[in-house]
Nanobody, 128 residues
């Protein structure tokens, strides 16, 4: 079994930056694709960013492109989401997700249904 724990959320003003972390524990051996999703109050969960196992390819949603950056450190079993120029519309619970993948897979997975493991989420609130 794999456990994911997010951290780094908080309350910030518009224009500020935050870095979210997602630590993976439990069955850490193996190769995992990882992603971030978010869910705002009254809205459906939406894709934010994904990264392949090697960290060589990333995908970001259009709404965050140029402001958010996903990265990973496999030696630390951790993925990150650097969020810059935050806007009130970025307010949501941010969830980390992971799933076993072929280590040579190039394209990150962007569909939530593809992910087997999910964290509990971390709240990000951006005030105007």
């Amino acid at each position: 079994q794999v456990q994911l724990v997010e951290s780094g959320g908080g309350l910030v003003e518009a224009g500020a930056s935050l870095t979210l972390s997602c630590g993976r524990s439990g069955r850490v051996r193996g190769t995992y694709g990882m992603a971030w999703f978010r869910q705002a109050p009254g809205k459906e969960r939406e894709f934010v960013a994904a990264i392949n196992w090697l960290g060589s390819n990333t995908v970001h949603a259009d709404s965050v492109k140029g402001r958010f950056t996903i990265s990973r450190d496999n030696a630390k079993n951790t993925a990150y989401l650097q969020m810059n120029s935050l806007k009130p519309e970025d307010t949501a619970i941010y969830y980390c997700a992971a799933t076993p993948v072929n280590p040579l897979a190039v394209e990150p997975l962007i569909e939530a249904s593809k992910y087997d493991y999910w964290g509990q989420g971390t709240q990000v609130t951006v005030s105007s």
